[in-house]
T-cell receptor
Framework: KAGVTQTPRYLIKTRGQQVTLSCSPISGHRSVSWYQQTPGQGLQFLFEYFSETQRNKGNFPGRFSGRQFSNSRSEMNVSTLELGDSALYLC????????????FGQGTRLTVV | GENVEQHPSTLSVQEGDSAVIKCTYSDSASNYFPWYKQELGKGPQLIIDIRSNVGEKKDQRIAVTLNKTAKHFSLHITETQPEDSAVYFCAAPRGGADGLTFGKGTHLIIQP
């Protein structure tokens, strides 16, 4: 069974630009969660989607948004990029029925210059 | 919301010795506690988890214990090997839906 796939693996953007990251969950998983990982703040929850609906949201500004498609694939978008948005962005997929095991992708390394 | 504290931030042990990493959580309603291992350049890998209806769970050289009264849980790795060197994270549910709150991580170093 294929794991969680995130694309692209690496991205370099300029301040003020926007970026879209993609996550394909494990087949059969309906929940996708997104996290930001930085050396200073660690792993921080961004939001979670289940059956195309956002169920849970972390404490991030409105510049961070996401969506989920009918095939459970998810995208997250960051608009008006700031230097502080440089981070490893991780998505995790799970069945979504209560608290079940969450499996992470390799992440997308975003660098804002 | 849930708050998870993890200690120590760095742990160095001799190969073959045991390692213990401890976490505390704040929400007494939390009922699921996973542990992840993250190697350089990779995403976190789920290595073991425990639910609140059991006090201990083992999988070969790793085990997790849970004390619901004290609201803490621990990861135990026995007979440590070089490949155990990594950053380990504990986590607890955010509440309401899927999504986890993570501890700050423990950098485990296995000395040869």
């Amino acid at each position: 069974k294929a794991g969680v796939t995130q694309t692209p693996r690496y991205l370099i953007k300029t301040r003020g630009q926007q970026v879209t990251l993609s996550c394909s969950p494990i087949s059969g998983h309906r929940s996708v969660s997104w996290y930001q990982q930085t050396p200073g703040q660690g792993l921080q929850f961004l939001f979670e989607y289940f059956s195309e609906t956002q169920r849970n949201k972390g404490n991030f500004p409105g510049r961070f948004s996401g969506r989920q498609f009918s095939n459970s694939r998810s995208e997250m978008n960051v608009s008006t990029l700031e230097l502080g948005d440089s981070a490893l962005y991780l998505c995790a997929s799970s069945l979504g029925e209560g608290y079940t095991e969450a499996f992470f992708g390799q992440g997308t390394r975003l660098t804002v210059v | 919301g849930e708050n998870v504290e993890q200690h120590p931030s760095t742990l160095s042990v001799q190969e073959g010795d045991s390692a213990v990493i401890k976490c505390t959580y704040s929400d007494s309603a939390s009922n699921y506690f996973p542990w992840y291992k993250q190697e350089l350049g990779k995403g976190p890998q789920l290595i073991i988890d425990i639910r609140s209806n059991v006090g201990e769970k083992k999988d070969q050289r790793i085990a997790v214990t849970l004390n619901k009264t004290a609201k803490h849980f621990s990861l135990h790795i026995t007979e440590t090997q070089p490949e155990d060197s990594a950053v380990y994270f504990c986590a607890a549910p955010r509440g309401g839906a899927d999504g986890l709150t993570f501890g700050k991580g423990t950098h485990l170093i296995i000395q040869p």
